[in-house]
């Protein structure tokens, strides 16, 4: 049974960092495609940023240059580095194992002076 445990969000000052990951237990994540979608408030589910198991990867216009997708295989965690923060990156995160559409249960990332 697959299982995603995600962490690392919170608030954050504009400009900053913060590092989300996805635990997956039932799963080896280097195996699989991935992707972290955002859902802010009142909007529809976005896609952030994707990895496929041989390591390509694509991001959303608006996060290119400042995020960065990657797997721990020693964690067995996906990972998201947010780096240059802005408000409009506020939002509900949640990583996806593509394959079989499963989610994460979502983190918080709140961008705010």
């Known amino acids: 049974q697959v299982q995603l445990v995600e962490s690392g969000g919170g608030l954050v000052q504009p400009g900053g960092s913060v590092r989300l990951s996805c635990t997956a237990s039932?799963?080896?994540?280097?195996?699989y495609t991935w992707a972290w979608h955002r859902q802010a408030p009142g909007k529809q589910r976005d896609l952030v940023a994707r990895i496929t198991s041989s390591g390509f990867t694509n991001y959303a216009d608006s996060v290119k240059g400042r995020f960065t997708i990657s797997t721990d295989n020693a964690r067995n965690t996906l990972l998201l580095q947010m780096n240059s923060l802005r408000p409009e990156d506020t939002a509900v995160y949640y990583c996806?194992?593509?394959?079989?559409?499963?989610w994460g249960q979502g983190t918080q990332v709140t961008v705010s002076s």
């Open positions: 996806n194992l593509v394959l079989i559409d499963y």
């Open positions: 039932g799963i080896i994540v280097s195996d």
